[in-house]
């Protein structure tokens, strides 16, 4: 198993563990950081699409946040 791919589920394992918080600030702040990571995979993959989703939930998660939604 590469570095890559242990980077990958690893992101997984983050996006999966923001969906069980019941705090929605917690929630948008850990699955910021796992879409951080998942531009990170998609930009060493070359997978654009992966890269251009997670940086618009980014800029989502970002907004709500300073909102205070």
């Known amino acids: 198993?590469?570095?890559i791919e242990?980077?990958?589920y690893l992101s997984m394992i983050v996006v999966l563990s923001s969906m069980?918080?019941?705090d929605i600030k917690?929630?948008?702040v850990v699955n910021t950081i796992s879409c951080c990571?998942?531009?990170i995979y998609g930009i060493v993959l070359g997978a654009y699409?992966?890269?251009i989703m997670?940086?618009?939930v980014i800029v989502i998660n970002l907004y709500?946040?300073?909102k205070g939604e």
């Open 6 to 8: 242990i980077w990958g």
């Open 64 to 66: 709500r946040l300073i």
């Open 49 to 51: 699409p992966i890269v």
């Open 37 to 39: 990571m998942f531009v």
């Open 26 to 28: 917690k929630l948008r």
């Open 54 to 56: 997670n940086i618009l």
């Open 1 to 3: 198993m590469e570095v």
């Open 20 to 22: 069980l918080m019941k």
